[in-house]
């Protein structure tokens, strides 16, 4: 099975053990509509990589690991489109979560997929306790206070914020958190990838503002011109288009040089350049008509 | 040290854990406000009694446990106060932390303390690793879906819902974790203890609609006569007052008839009993003017 297919299949069963067995009905459909479709599930598949790049010889413990991070990505994105925040009416191209199923299920279903999420890593049976409280305790680091996803959200609050600060928790936690699983789940030191999936993540925000900025809304599946529309900060906004795309290769090349001696080396700088390639394409097209 | 003392000083060291380090001010300020002043600590109360009564000889796993739980609550109280759930005002005789900090800070603060709620059994290295686990899979159930206190709040947005499913997830979930996670902190069954805290989770919510009925707003905190003005089902209304005071007796009768045999049962039976005393005279007191 092919790792997109291996993530699809680990999130449906996840999704399926929980939910169902008497539950209430709309909870276990605002959870599913958040989760599936996906999106490129880009966090899953760095965690996958890294993990195999380290010479993990099984995909258990990096396929719980990536999965719970798409799974408290998922739920950041609906509580992030929310009303109160960015009163998103599109997502992935359909409906976001309170727009198909109601605010109040929108804030249940954000708090149930972060729940979800360390179940999907403590219950793995298969992995050892060590790792598996290894694992919890980054996925915890990597959502909560002080520097998770949470409190990069919580940065659009303040008043004043360091740019950097608000990216590299709103962003880059859950790309930092991918690495370092990945490392976890292949018994390596996760410390150095951190610093790889940090720099991978602040590309990744750089390639969302260039897609932002070039207003390719349908092909994203969310609004675009938001930030514009947000007065938030932009790198195109900043940069200009030609200096952003230049800033987005150096922070690859900037994530190829923090990557640690591994196995799997080569292979893996080689699809970090590939997905720039393609991130990079999928941002800067424009729909058809 | 006393058992309250010790709850507020965990949960006070929990939140400095996490807190402060750079994160966004006003996040943890909001965090601080959902936790502090607490209410009278029912649940870590409890898991702490039934750790003692198993004969644990320490308190630090049911300190964590039971402060985690205690948590999980405060989280899902700020989520309930949300404009699109109960828009209350007042919590615990202060503003909700929408009113006092915006609903975005609310949002992320329920969301921040489920993620602490993790955090705070996960990293308590004192605790053996499988005993935290065993800690972290039994917070997920009582939390999320498809029977944990997500899922309870979930069933006040189906059209139809059976009242005792939706009380055994709105209030009954954080209850049976709480003696059954005293349990584990003993090395004891857990099973047994859940049917425990589940009746006494049943008597804790007649007691509540009890006090709603009554309307001691100003002793509760909160506002009272919310069931008749939200059209949520409440025992008084359903059973009369001297009935519903009658069914609370009962319920704490079967907790005590549940429980199994241990070395602290006699003592836990009468702090059952006094307890219940304190809370239905709290809940029938009226303000002084």
């Known amino acids: 099975m092919n790792t997109g297919a291996l993530i699809e299949q680990f999130l449906a069963q996840t999704l399926r053990t929980v939910g169902g067995r008497g539950g209430p009905p709309k909870l276990s459909a ?49 509580h992030d489109d929310l009303p109160c925040f960015d009163d998103a009416s599109t997502r992935r191209g359909l409906p976001s979560v309170h727009r198909a199923f109601g605010e109040r299920l929108a804030v249940l279903a954000g708090d149930a ?40 959200q919580a940065w659009e609050c303040e008043s004043e914020a360091v740019l950097a600060t608000y990216q590299r928790a709103k962003t880059g936690a859950l790309f930092a958190a991918a690495t370092a699983a990945g490392a976890i789940s292949a018994g390596a030191d996760p410390e150095p990838w951190r610093r790889v999936g940090a720099f991978i ?80 394409a999928s941002r800067l097209a424009r729909p058809a008509a």
């Open 201 to 280: 993540g602040e590309a990744y925000q750089v390639a969302d503002d260039i897609g932002d900025a070039a207003g390719c809304s349908e092909l994203l599946g969310k609004p675009t011109g938001r930030d514009a529309a947000l007065g938030r900060p932009n790198a195109v906004a900043q940069l200009g288009a030609g200096a952003a795309q230049r800033r987005l290769h150096e922070l690859v090349a900037a994530a190829i040089d923090a990557m640690p001696a591994c196995a799997g080396e080569a292979e893996l700088r080689a699809k970090f350049l590939s997905a720039t390639e393609q991130l990079l």
């Open 113 to 152: 997929l972060i729940v979800l999420a360390y179940q999907a890593v403590a219950l793995e049976q298969r992995v050892e306790a060590a790792q598996r409280l290894q694992l919890v305790a980054l996925l915890a680091e990597a959502a909560g206070m002080p520097h998770g996803i949470v409190a990069g």
């Open 30 to 78: 605002a959870v599913h509509h958040a989760v599936f479709p996906g999106g490129a599930r880009f966090r899953p598949r760095l965690c996958l990589a890294v993990a195999r790049a380290c010479g993990a010889r099984e995909a258990v413990a990096a396929l719980a690991a990536g999965g719970a991070i798409e799974l408290l990505h998922c739920a950041s994105l609906v």
